[in-house]
């Protein structure tokens, strides 16, 4: 059985702080920041993420110029951290295991200071075996990832990087890092045009394993959810650029659709380590005062937040952009309706018969919380809210369209990223050894 959880206050202000709450979440408390982690974070994350790249490439190994590939497969990703990125590693490691590929692991969220979930044990990479190594992080941070790995765990293998990139063009810092790679392995079809015009490289469009689910039951009483209200919920990290995923834009929605009606209530659920107070601050005054807003903060168990998912109504997702769009066919696979900007790698399985897509304009891309983007003429979604509050209106109104979306969602989501499609496409591309 589950331990309770304490009921959360019927406030709009948070409905968990990282603090009691968490260390039952967790059983463990969290992490005290050292004062020059805080001074790091300071900095922007662009000026973070050059002085990180320069230092990396210096120490980091190169790959052998023609290893022999094939199998055994190894991953090397962010394992415990509370991220996209770290999820991505997760289910695909899971995937190759349920589809007896004996895949092993290496955990490199130590070494960027992410360290935040109890990781189950993996089998281990085993030093100089050979085979086929895929790295689960962007290309700027590659090179310290390798470093980590060491020398003894890269030579003879074959070295793939998983990136995951949300713009029609990859910025030039991430071109050094093509020198590490023998190829490049997507989540989406964006994602993939982005890369390949950049690199010679075999780039191949190879989507997030979704494995079956396991929700823990009732958990809108474990978190004092209201049991008869309709519940919208949108869900992001704070880390993952607060504006690309435009939680204020998912709010303005919610309130133009449904004011401050008692019986309608948007769930905000946040993973928030202080990374941008500004972007916490605003977020702060956009729910101030609304007493049909709830912000949970809180770190919840992977059954957790698919049981918090399968106990909502509708999910909302308003991002300005995506490298997949984990969420949305996370609660695609639950049977919820999503309503969510029809641009970027969610299109990949959204349609207008599986889902909500929302019109949008596509804009600069400006970045005025945390500088992680850099404009230099990209583009990005800019959401219609008011036709996404139509969405929310229509949906809040016809439980048959509810029901008919989701159900064509979990049959698409079944049909397009299960685990055993993606240990086929996984087994065909490391046979191969990037000549597919």
């Known amino acids: 059985m ?36 805080r001074l790091w974070q300071r900095l922007p994350q662009t000026t973070r993420t050059g002085i990180l790249g320069r230092v990396s490439r210096l120490v980091a190994p190169r790959p052998d110029r023609a290893p022999r590939g094939g199998f055994p497969i190894a991953i090397a990703g962010l394992f415990s951290t509370a991220s996209g990125i770290g999820e991505g590693a997760r289910l695909a490691y899971d995937a190759l295991e349920a589809a007896g590929m004996t895949p092993a692991a290496f955990d490199i969220s130590a070494a960027f200071g992410q360290a935040e979930l109890d990781a ?17 992080h962007n290309a700027p941070f590659l090179p310290h990832a390798l470093w980590a790995l060491g020398r003894t765990r890269v030579r003879g293998r074959r070295v793939i990087g998983y990136w995951a990139w949300e713009f029609p063009r990859i910025p030039d810092s991430w071109l050094p890092s093509l020198r590490y790679l023998h190829e490049i392995w997507v989540p989406s079809e964006l994602t993939r045009v982005a890369v390949a015009a950049a690199t010679e490289l075999p780039v191949r469009v190879v989507p997030h394993p979704l494995p079956p689910v396991h929700p823990t039951p009732n958990m809108r009483a474990r978190l004092g959810l209201p049991a008869d209200a309709l519940i919208v919920l949108t869900a992001f990290h704070m880390g993952s650029a607060f504006t690309r995923k435009n939680p204020l834009a998912a709010i303005a929605a919610f309130r133009r659709a449904f004011g401050d009606a008692p019986d309608r209530l948007l769930a905000i659920k946040l993973i928030d380590h202080g990374a941008s107070p500004i972007a916490r601050d605003e977020l702060e005054r956009a729910v101030a005062g609304a007493p049909n807003l709830r912000l949970i903060n809180v770190m919840l168990p992977p059954a957790d937040m698919s049981g918090l998912m399968a106990a909502v109504d509708i999910v909302l997702s308003l991002h300005r952009s995506e490298g997949f769009g984990l969420v949305p066919a996370e609660a695609m696979q639950l049977g ?26 596509l804009v600069p891309v400006q970045d005025p919380y945390d500088g992680a983007f850099v404009a230099d003429g990209q583009l990005w979604a800019e959401a219609n809210v008011d036709h996404a509050a139509e969405w929310l209106r229509r949906l809040a109104a016809e439980p048959e369209l509810r029901q008919r979306l989701g159900e064509a969602a979990r049959a698409d989501i079944a049909r397009q990223l299960s685990p055993e499609s993606f240990a086929r496409t996984v087994a065909e591309l490391v046979t191969a050894g990037g000549t597919a």
């Open 2 to 37: 589950h331990a309770p959880l304490q009921p959360l206050p019927r406030s709009a202000r948070d409905a968990a702080l990282p603090t009691e709450p968490q260390r039952e979440e967790t059983g463990r408390k969290p992490p005290r920041r050292h004062p020059l982690r």
């Open 120 to 136: 189950p044990p993996r089998r281990p990479i085993v030093p100089g075996s050979g085979g086929t190594l895929v790295v689960h």
């Open 336 to 361: 919820k309706p999503v309503v969510a900007t029809g641009w970027s790698g969610n299109m990949d399985f959204m349609n207008e018969r599986n889902s909500a897509p929302v019109s949008y304009d």
